[in-house]
T-cell receptor
Framework: KAGVTQTPRYLIKTRGQQVTLSCSPI?????VSWYQQTPGQGLQFLFE???????NKGNFPGRFSGRQFSNSRSEMNVSTLELGDSALYLC?????????????FGPGTRLTVT | AQKITQTQPGMFVQEKEAVTLDCTYD???????LFWYKQPSSGEMIFLIY??????QNATEGRYSLNFQKARKSANLVISASQLGDSAMYFC?????????FGTGTRLKVLA
């Protein structure tokens, strides 16, 4: 079974631009969660999608948004990029129901904002 | 509110020895899961072990075991017979309602 894939793996953007990151979950997984990882703040939860609906979100500004498609693939968008948005963005998938607590992570997208 | 605390920012262990990485948690949820993940320098999070809050026995996965003490709200990871490839960041995490909470991590260095 193929793992979680994220594209692109690396990205360099300029302040003020916007960026879209993509995540394809493991086949059959309906839940996709996004995390931001920085040296200073550690791993922080952004949001979680299940069956195309956002079920939960963390404490990030509205510049961070996401969506999920009918095939469970998810995208995350960051508008008006700031230097502090430079981070490793990880997505994780799981079945999303029952006791399916285990999450499977993708390799991440490393975003650098200059 | 849910919280995970890892008080050891860095640890050293000699190859082939055992090491314990500490994790304490706080939650008011009656049902939750506790996890440990390994993150090598490549960045990918690798699942190691899971413990459900209602599980009576401590979880084990190969060289990894989770020392779960519910009354103390601790979920320490024990790695037996450390290997050089175990050098990495280790994160303790707790599952809540539709989200995970992660600790700040412990960087483990295995010495030859």
């Amino acid at each position: 079974k193929a793992g979680v894939t994220q594209t692109p793996r690396y990205l360099i953007k300029t302040r003020g631009q916007q960026v879209t990151l993509s995540c394809s979950p493991i086949s059959g997984h309906r839940s996709v969660s996004w995390y931001q990882q920085t040296p200073g703040q550690g791993l922080q939860f952004l949001f979680e999608y299940f069956s195309e609906t956002q079920r939960n979100k963390g404490n990030f500004p509205g510049r961070f948004s996401g969506r999920q498609f009918s095939n469970s693939r998810s995208e995350m968008n960051v508008s008006t990029l700031e230097l502090g948005d430079s981070a490793l963005y990880l997505c994780a998938s799981n079945l999303g129901t029952g006791n399916s607590y285990e999450q499977y992570f993708g390799p991440g997208t490393r975003l650098t904002v200059t | 509110a849910q919280k995970i605390t890892q008080t050891q920012p860095g640890m050293f262990v000699q190859e082939k020895e055992a090491v314990t990485l500490d994790c304490t948690y706080d939650t008011s949820d009656p049902s939750y899961g506790l996890f440990w993940y390994k993150q090598p320098s490549s960045g990918e999070m690798i699942f190691l072990i899971y413990q459900g809050s209602y599980d009576q026995q401590n979880a084990t996965e190969g060289r990894y075991s989770l020392n779960f003490q519910k009354a103390r709200k601790s979920a320490n990871l024990v790695i037996s017979a450390s290997q050089l490839g175990d050098s990495a960041m280790y994160f303790c995490a707790m599952s809540g309602t539709y989200k995970y909470i992660f600790g700040t991590g412990t960087r483990l260095k295995v010495l030859a």
